[in-house]
């Protein structure tokens, strides 16, 4: 699929840690280059090299950050980019965009899938004063919770907005929602045929998500 996208010579700017494990990598944005937020990109020092993320930032002409989990998995693709005097972006993607709807939104994020949904609802702060919005964010312990504090901001700025961390481990001062995603969604949220949603994180949670509305009459137009 990459080979049909446009590429674009870029180099790192910035990193620095959002949490344990999870880097904020900020690359030039090359010219002509745009996006929507929700979009993703690929990158990698070659065609042959490439890692689909999700745009954390909304649309400038400086500045791409991306947010990548550096699991056991993807360290040695990073060890080997974060040194080049260049890198290779294909893109952007289309994925996720904010709906055209008046229903109510559920967001539902695991991980680093909190990433475009983010970028949507910065990109669409306006229309928190009149749209009820809901996210739910899981992660593995409270202490990765690195976009807590816009979260935060939002939800008080903006009454209809609301956001519930979920943790699956077991953490002794916690007192909030803790489980999974889909388990947490699906015991919190009544009646959601009635609800847009939109989805993102690591794939089984994606699909054990969908699978589960919509046995419960979700249209599946109705959700990202």
Known sequence: MTNSLPHYITKLQQTHFLAEGIIEVKLDCPPNFSWQAGDYLWLGEDATHLKPFSIANIPNKEIIC??????????????????KQQLIIQGPVKQYHWPETNMPIVMAAGGTGITPLLSL????????????????????????????DE???????????????????????WTGLTGTIPECVMQQVNTVAQYYWLICG????VQLLKEALITKQVDPATIQ
């Open 151 to 173: 979260l935060n901001r939002l939800m008080v700025r903006y009454p209809l907005f609301q956001w519930y961390p979920v943790i699956s481990e077991n953490e002794t001062a």
């Open 202 to 205: 690591p794939w089984p949670m």
């Open 121 to 148: 609802l910065q990109a669409n702060e306006s229309r928190l004063a009149t749209q009820a919005v809901t996210l739910y964010w899981g992660v593995r312990k409270s202490d990765l919770l690195f976009a807590a």
């Open 66 to 83: 991306l947010q990548i989990a550096l699991t056991e998995a993807m360290l040695p693709w990073w060890e080997a980019i974060k040194t």
